[in-house]
């Protein structure tokens, strides 16, 4: 059999196995791939540094397991990148897995950045999604009233970061991370009565939904799924999960390029030579 033949009839096996070690390189080893943050990745980070001292953000938490590899290192790159700025934040959870989750990360994160939770941050715990809107509403208004106690049973009144916290003019960001539709609700019930920035951190495949609100100006910025977790890990100056994921993606899509070209080579050199003979 000619070389060009063995192009179009490479081993399967063999495939795999380049497949599994171009994927598990990047996630193994931090090599070096090029990331250029996206502007709705910049204009989301921006947001973040300039919220203004002595206001909160408020981190939504919409998600699960099922969206752990996007969701996951968004969640994670915003609370490092706050609690690197002397941000301080919330976390609401609308599910029972993304506040366990969310917990533990930001937990972690603090351990490693020096920070005390009830100084630096605080967790409000999981809230029926059913009620979301009442509840946007309620502590838009009055945030001790409507939340009352955060994740550990202990009383806002009674928690440092929180004595002054009163309704949403204490809070200078929203950032929602979420794989559902949510954003058209804190857009209508919050930036729109109130103008509070708001960044989004969606799902690969909900990204679309966020594209006009930005165009128009009512989120500040957007991550989109693991790529834009990446982007933003590259303005930490960091090479996290979202970041050696990006790669392993990357590298794929690479050699199936390559396998592709290949294939074809040989398909054209096999027709030339069958044609002169």
């Known amino acids: 059999m000619r070389w ?6 490479i081993d399967r096996r063999i495939m795999y196995v380049l497949l599994a070690l171009v994927i598990a390189a990047p996630l193994i080893w931090k090599l070096d791939f090029p990331i250029i943050a996206s502007p709705a990745v910049k204009g989301a980070y921006n947001a973040v540094e300039n919220i203004p001292d002595g206001k909160i953000a408020v981190i939504s938490i919409n998600w699960a397991s099922g969206t ?3 969701n996951g290192p968004q969640t994670e790159a915003i609370i490092r990148h706050m609690f690197i700025k002397d941000k301080k934040f919330a976390i609401i959870a609308w599910d029972p897995q993304g506040s366990k989750f969310s917990y533990d990360y930001a ?7 020096g920070k005390v939770y009830g100084r630096d941050w605080v967790h409000w715990g999981l809230r029926p999604i059913a009620n979301i809107v009442l509840l946007i509403q309620g502590f838009a208004r009055n945030i001790p009233r409507t939340i009352g106690k955060d994740i550990n049973g202990t009383p806002l009144s009674d928690i440092p970061m929180m004595q002054e916290i009163k309704d949403i003019k204490d809070v200078g960001l929203i950032a929602d991370i979420t794989p559902t539709a949510t954003l058209d609700i804190w857009i209508a019930y919050i930036y729109g009565q109130y103008r509070t920035p708001i960044i989004y951190a969606p799902t690969a495949v909900m990204a679309p939904e966020g594209f006009n609100p930005l165009d128009a100006g009512q989120i500040k910025g957007m991550l989109a799924g693991m790529k834009g977790a990446a982007e933003y890990e590259h303005l930490l100056g960091r090479v996290d999960f979202a970041t050696r994921a990006t790669g392993a993606l990357s590298s794929s899509h690479i050699l199936i390029i390559v396998l592709i ?3 074809n080579v040989g398909y054209l050199m096999s027709r030339r030579r069958r044609e002169e003979e």
Request: aromatic letters at 6%.
């Open 4 to 9: 060009f033949d063995r192009l179009q009839h």
């Open 68 to 70: 752990i590899a996007e």
């Open 107 to 113: 937990e972690r994160i603090a351990r490693e950045t």
């Open 261 to 263: 070209i290949l294939g």
